[in-house]
């Protein structure tokens, strides 16, 4: 079958858009996805800047962290108010976890040294990294943010923990598309 110039020239204008349309959405998408991770990182950032917050007043007060109580309440606190949040811990710096929202995240692999984010003079440095677990026979990643609870005298003690897994991020991008 011979096809005429007209056709060829229709096909080859079809096949040129569609894949630049194809392309073009695929970039958006990306995009869209990297906003998302950035949008929860900065609402995970300021959680754990607050919780951090909350409790450098209790231990300016002369109660040391070991011996606190409420802190898995407020975490709990945090998480039921974001439902985009999996998760709010507190550890000491070694990486056990003092406190925690959920008793699963008890176990939480914290062994890998943080990637410490860019921060103003004056802003909260963060601490963010990836962190793999396994619940119920199921491989989740999480995005963590953490930032150091310091003593009234200046020392860092402990972390405090805020993080939401990359399935929120696939729901959400699934959802828009």
Partial sequence: MKMTLEKRILLFSFLILFL????S??????ALRKDQVSALNLRSKGLAVALKSNIEKVL?????????????????????????????VVTDLAGRVLFASDPRFIAMPLQQPPQKE??????????????????DG???SYYDNAVMVMS????????????????VVFDKMRGMV
């Fill in 60 to 88: 300016n007060l002369g109660l040391e962290l070991k011996d606190m109580t409420g802190v898995s309440e407020k975490c709990r606190e945090i998480i039921e108010g974001n439902p985009d949040i999996a998760y709010c």
């Fill in 25 to 30: 959405s695929g970039m958006d998408i990306m």
């Fill in 152 to 167: 009234p005298y200046g020392k860092p003690i402990a972390q405090a923990h805020v993080g939401f897994s990359e399935q």
């Fill in 20 to 23: 630049t349309i194809f392309i």
């Fill in 138 to 140: 199921a491989h989740n």
């Fill in 118 to 135: 860019e921060s103003r003079p004056g802003d909260e440095p963060v601490y963010k990294r990836r962190v793999a677990m396994v619940f």
